[in-house]
């Protein structure tokens, strides 16, 4: 996806978050009240890192964090389901980055990933409530579409570096991959939560880093960010991310 595109992109979803938002805040101002099977978007920043064959701090993960990590974001947008299960759909672009390995391979691409995701409240699982307290703690399960896009890729042969393009290699990889994680989120104002969440990716795919040896790549995203919730009054029940007025 060229840098264009996903300008265009990122500009489309935040006209429409903002669109929602402000006729949101005007319907709460009305009601006084949410619906508790709330809508909800996301806005988050992190970092991917990437684990596969050319990665030498795979089991260290303070060092990949440091070493072999690139700045992320993510878009997310869902609803709560019932007080246990909400839906969303996500967006990342992010990068993969590892060098100084084994082969002296030095490889740095760009990320982006999409697809959907379930969030289990864990809280009203074992808490037993009826609506969610202000601290949340919830597992991630989904699935989604990968795509890598080398920026850099060179081999060391005697000090000097053969570029990606001398190499014969494809220039992007796609695969499908599954995912799975835990999130943690507090209320800090009335429709507004801050959450952190950590994601495992796992690809179905052992050329994402351009390397078909050692087995499938995968990837984790780490990242911090704020969840506004949307939704009024006229639906009984309660909902994961939108807590019921007591």
Do not use: C
């Amino acid at each position: 996806m060229s840098f264009e595109k996903t300008k265009y992109i990122i500009i489309i979803l935040l006209s429409f978050v903002l669109f929602v938002t402000s006729s949101a805040q005007m319907k709460f101002r009305m009601d006084n009240s949410r619906n508790e099977n709330s809508w909800f978007i996301g806005i988050n920043a992190g970092v991917t890192s990437y684990y596969g064959t050319l990665g030498i701090f795979n089991y260290d993960p303070i060092l990949k964090i440091k070493e072999e990590s690139k700045f992320a974001f993510g878009l997310t947008a869902g609803k709560s389901l019932n007080r246990y299960l909400s839906a969303r759909a996500y967006f990342i672009m992010g990068g993969f980055k590892a060098q100084n390995n084994e082969r002296g391979i030095r490889y740095d691409a760009k990320l982006t990933n999409y697809g959907g995701q379930f969030l289990i409240n864990f809280s009203s699982i074992f808490g037993d409530t009826d609506y969610i307290p202000i601290f949340s703690l919830y597992g991630i399960v989904g699935g989604g579409f990968a795509n890598t896009k080398p920026i850099l890729y060179s081999i060391e042969e005697e000090g000097e570096g053969i570029p990606i393009d001398s190499l014969n290699y494809t220039t992007s990889v796609s695969t499908l991959e599954f995912n799975i994680g835990l999130g943690a989120s507090y209320e800090i104002f009335n429709q507004i939560d801050v959450l952190v969440e950590l994601d495992y990716h796992f690809g179905m795919s052992d050329e994402l880093d351009l390397t078909a040896e050692g087995g499938k790549d995968n990837f984790m995203y780490l990242k911090a960010g704020f969840r506004y919730r949307f939704g009024f009054a006229g639906t009984k029940g309660s909902s994961a991310f939108g807590r019921r007025r007591r």
